[in-house]
T-cell receptor, first 121, second 111 residues
Framework: NAGVMQNPRHLVRRRGQEARLRCSPMKGHSHVYWYRQLPEEGLKFMVYLQKENIIDESGMPKERFSAEFPKEGPSILRIQQVVRGDSAAYFC???????????????????FGSGTQLSVL | GQQLNQSPQSMFIQEGEDVSMNCTSSSIFNTWLWYKQDPGEGPVLLIALYKAGELTSNGRLTAQFGITRKDSFLNISASIPSDVGIYFCAGQRTSYDKVIFGPGTSLSVIP
């Protein structure tokens, strides 16, 4: 399966624990986005990364939330000291970034994973 | 900040009917996108639009990039039960900017 892979699919944490959500982008994709979705709501932008660099984190809460996309391995969204309000579906998407073959910037073509449903007890 | 608005919020239609929904913004966007989300899954890209006035089709789906670059429209012809889901518009101001999403239009198709 060459799609965007997110794990775990479901994650249950107690208040105060840490949550780590993983995202492996599609092969050849250099950019990763994280979005948060509450029930009956749209996708709220959180952070936009390329390998070893955060491009835009304007949607990330200032405290407790962090994201990384290391040179090797998946992108990680980390939530420290979770609270009940953190319960949501977290979606990762990847994009090609600069098209190596075409030279065209195709960053808008986001391909989404199936999401991680975080439940905080 | 940037915000996209979608209307209607929800629609209930008979199978076979045509559907229209739209997306508006107070800002100009260079790219408009339409996604569909099924329950429990991530959104799937339906159509991407890059030029003002552009009209693009994908099977029974047709989308248009508004002339003002502040809106976009999606039409679904001859709806079928599998069209049920939430349709999101998304926009990108420039090639190096983040992609933001509207709140979605929920579509229900009555057989």
């Amino acid at each position: 399966n060459a799609g965007v892979m997110q794990n775990p699919r479901h994650l249950v944490r107690r208040r105060g624990q840490e949550a780590r959500l993983r995202c492996s982008p599609m092969k050849g994709h250099s950019h990763v986005y994280w979005y948060r979705q509450l029930p009956e709501e749209g996708l709220k932008f959180m952070v936009y990364l390329q390998k070893e660099n955060i491009i835009d984190e304007s949607g990330m809460p200032k405290e407790r939330f962090s994201a990384e996309f290391p040179k090797e391995g998946p992108s990680i969204l980390r939530i420290q000291q979770v609270v009940r309000g953190d319960s949501a579906a977290y979606f990762c998407a990847s994009s090609p970034g600069l098209g190596a073959s075409t030279g065209e910037y195709a960053d808008e073509k986001l391909f989404f994973g199936s999401g991680t449903q975080l439940s905080v007890l | 900040g940037q915000q996209l608005n979608q209307s209607p919020q929800s629609m209930f239609i008979q199978e076979g009917e045509d559907v229209s929904m739209n997306c508006t913004s107070s800002s100009i966007f260079n790219t408009w996108l339409w996604y569909k989300q099924d329950p429990g899954e991530g959104p799937v890209l339906l159509i991407a639009l890059y030029k003002a006035g552009e009209l693009t089709s994908n099977g029974r789906l047709t989308a248009q990039f508004g002339i003002t670059r502040k809106d976009s429209f999606l039409n679904i012809s001859a709806s079928i039960p599998s069209d049920v889901g939430i349709y999101f518009c998304a926009g990108q101001r420039t090639s190096y900017d983040k992609v933001i999403f509207g709140p979605g239009t929920s579509l229900s198709v009555i057989p």
